[in-house]
């Protein structure tokens, strides 16, 4: 015997000789939102809508031809003088800007350019209602990693045909392969003691802009 | 015999009794561009730049981070004010406007605001080198028709990728349902007398700036 084959021995003898098969784990994942929750569509908007606020986040509803008069509101609402922004996001979402200096993101701004800037604007891939999570995917609107990670205040521009009910429903249109970031809510963290802290690794500030189109 | 049957006849022996089968008709179409005119990439994108200027266009060139300042530019060049734009043009385009007004076209502006407009800025779908062609079809970047038919400057960003060399290859990658317009130079026209007469249906003045990503 040798000392591997010993020491499993010893393993299987301190656990017991009849264990059994262990409890079954359930894998009946839920893929989609309970009927009651998700009737129509207006009800995943609305969960949507409610769970951001959860996070601490604010949302603001819009109609398609009122986005950019919606982002100045929310630019001005916090006093923004200058903000970044990825290169393509719709010029249509900035058009209304009075008194706010947006600069895009290319060539690239330096590191003291996006923490100088007192936000970013971009829109994301998905969002998901039942978490109220807005993914980023580095794709159209929503420019590299760093552009929504050091601003102390992100405003992102939702569509509501991009809000799905689940986790599991917005990992089907991903894709596994891009840079995704998950935001539920502003940036917050737990140290050690278990203390919250906000705004440590991304933005202080989240809010959210509902497009019905 | 019916009074077809007897026209028929009198057609057939008024034509003659044994034409042939008639002349034979071409074909082959130039589905590409011959192997000389296009033997590199960068052959094309000559052949486009030669071709647009032969329509009396004038051509800037770009790389991809470059676009805001070669836009900015043709617009001062040509002491523009206020410019329109559809709703969608990505921001980076006109990030570097100093002095020049854009309105985005939502909700859509009426045809005054069209007409006092000193341009407008668009993207395109396709182009052709062989033409000197930009095709655009109301898709990302490029708003309805009366956007571009309206003022009389019309700056057209064109992505060195959105070139190829012939009609025939433009068409393939266009969708024959969507409202296509071709624009080879500023619109000319002429009327019985054969005169030409430029910037009636159209404007008087295009340009193009074609960014090498």
Redesign the interface.
């Known amino acids: 015997m040798t000392a591997r084959e010993e020491m499993l021995r010893r393993v299987r003898e301190a656990l017991g000789g009849s264990r059994g098969p262990g409890p079954p784990v359930p894998r009946g994942y839920a893929r989609r939102l309970p009927a009651a929750e998700a009737a129509t569509r207006a009800d995943v908007l609305a969960l949507f809508t409610e769970r951001v606020a959860d996070n601490r986040a604010a949302v603001r509803h819009a109609g398609?031809?009122e986005v950019?008069t919606a982002v100045a509101a929310a630019l001005w609402g916090r006093e923004a003088k200058e903000i970044v922004?990825?290169?393509?996001?719709?010029?249509?979402?900035?058009?209304e800007l009075d008194g706010v200096r947006?600069?895009?993101d290319?060539?690239a701004l330096d590191l003291d350019a996006l923490a100088a800037a007192d936000g970013v604007v971009t829109g994301c891939a998905a969002a998901v209602a039942q978490t109220g999570t807005v993914v980023l995917d580095g794709g159209r609107a929503q420019g590299r990693r760093a552009l929504t990670l050091v601003p102390g205040f992100h405003l992102c521009v939702v569509h509501a045909d991009q809000i799905v009910g689940t986790v599991p429903e917005a990992v089907t249109r991903l894709d596994p392969a891009r840079p995704l970031t998950w935001i539920s809510g502003p940036s917050a963290t737990h140290g050690i003691e278990a203390t919250r802290v906000v705004g440590v690794h991304g933005p202080l500030h989240l809010e959210i802009i509902l497009v019905e189109d």
Chains 1, 2 share one sequence.
């Open positions: 398609a031809d950019g922004v990825p290169a393509d996001v719709p010029f249509g979402w900035l058009a947006a600069l895009a290319a060539p």
